[in-house]
Each structure stands twice: as C-alpha cells, then as structure tokens.
C-alpha cells in the first residue's frame, strides 16, 4: 500500500524480476494497492515515479 499526503503522484511498483505495475495517479490522502508476491514470490523492491499514459 502507498500513501501519499502533499499532491498527486503518477506511481508503480518495481518488482524482484524486474517487471512493473501499471502506473496510476494516486489523490493526497488516497490509497492504492498493487499487486503482491504472486505464485513465484516476486517481491516489490522499489515505489518509483511515473507518467499516466492519456486515455
């Protein structure tokens, strides 16, 4: 889970084998989840920025 309080942000996840989640805006306050460590234990490493692609 990720929470963020001062302004928007565009983030993911990054994963063990190197994979990340898809992108998403997250409001101040809000929370969001992402995927957790599916059947071969892949492990979030890291909460990096990122750029939600326009509709």
Request: charged share 15%.
């Given at each position: 889970?990720?929470?963020?309080?001062?302004?928007?942000?565009?983030?993911?996840?990054?994963?063990?084998?190197?994979?990340?989640?898809?992108?998403?805006?997250?409001?101040?306050?809000?929370?969001?989840?992402?995927?957790?460590?599916g059947?071969?234990?892949?492990?979030?490493?890291?909460?990096?920025?990122?750029?939600?692609?326009?509709?």
């Open positions: 889970m990720v929470q963020l309080w001062t302004a928007s942000q565009d983030v993911t996840m990054e994963y063990l084998d190197g994979q990340s989640a898809p992108c998403r805006r997250i409001a101040p306050g809000d929370r969001a989840t992402f995927a957790g460590y059947p071969q234990l892949n492990h979030v490493t890291g909460v990096r920025t990122c750029v939600v692609a326009a509709p």
